[in-house]
């Protein structure tokens, strides 16, 4: 931790960064003494930072980029057919990324974080969801909870905070210390370097749609749904779903049940017994698609896929026990979903 005149110091200088508009100075300041040192103050303004500064380091209003997304790749797994490819996190690189995606809408990467992070991700998402508790009691956050200051506070309201908890959920930028975790093992991983290939631009995360899971079995089955469908349908994006605990196929905790195909468009939304407007009804699925895909997920493996593959978290009566997952969706920066908040990497 930096303390003293030090800490002084580096206040005001990243005040005075921020003042002089110097946003990506500022962040790659903070970030790099991030994982030097063990410091809350850090981790937490970074946080806010990241936020704040995104329509200030990206030109949203500018063209967007309009290289193909996903890219166009030598289709990478020929003898796969109608089901996930799956590979190692070995063999995670972008032509198998987009390959995957471009032809059968998600990918399955095997261990790719392993299970000794998964355990510690799951045992970090625990710490989030009791500080949150704490936090609405007392209303000091931590470490480990710590809604955002100044003007970024009035994104979120307590009432939203409790909601996304009692659903099993909170937003990872709101944990300055999973936020810090999280990003190290996704630069550990190279993935920062492959979705800018991906994307041919600076890829960037999302307030909204980067959260922390710890879910309970569903008491009644639940609707299909691309997240396109109000997000957008001409977002550039990737989602990577970690399974934190085993699930799925053969287990007594909820997976995913996902569509094993390319959807290069929304399918049909709201219509007879859709829950939501933007929800695709399952009488839908069962008319015009063939069985879907419930894979088996061992802790620390993970799913890709974009805002057009069609998915639903599994329901069945033998789902017993809380499933835990991280979703973490990136965009391309010149083309991310306003709504969801992006936010700079």
Known sequence: MITGPAKQELKTEIKSLVQNKEWRVALDKLSNLSFQHDDPWIDSYLCNLRLKAFKHIVDTDGAPNEAHCPPMVEH????????????DARELT???????IKHH??????????????KELKKGIDRVMNSSIKYEETEKGNIWFKPL??????????KGL?????????????SPRMTKNLIGIFNDLGLKEILHEYFNEAPCLSLNKWVLRKMNPLTFPADWHQD?????????????????????????KAGMDIIPKRLNDLVPTGTEGAIFKWSVSRKYVDDNFNQPERPHFNQGDAIFFDHLNLHSTSYSESFKTTRYAIETWFFAASSSP???MPVVW
């Open 228 to 252: 396109g469908a109000f997000m957008g349908k001409e977002i550039k994006s990737v989602n990577l779903w970690m399974a934190l605990t085993e699930c799925g196929k053969g287990t007594d």
């Open 105 to 118: 809408g998600s990918i399955i990467v095997r261990n790719f974080i392993g299970s000794e992070k998964a």
């Open 149 to 158: 200051q100044g003007d970024n506070s009035k994104r979120i309201t307590n």
């Open 162 to 174: 409790k909601m996304m908890r009692e659903s099993g959920s909170a937003r990872t930028l709101l």
């Open 338 to 340: 306003q709504n969801q």
């Open 76 to 87: 990478p797994f020929p003898e796969c057919i109608d089901k996930i490819p799956e590979i």
């Open 94 to 100: 972008l032509n198998n990324l987009a390959g995957g």
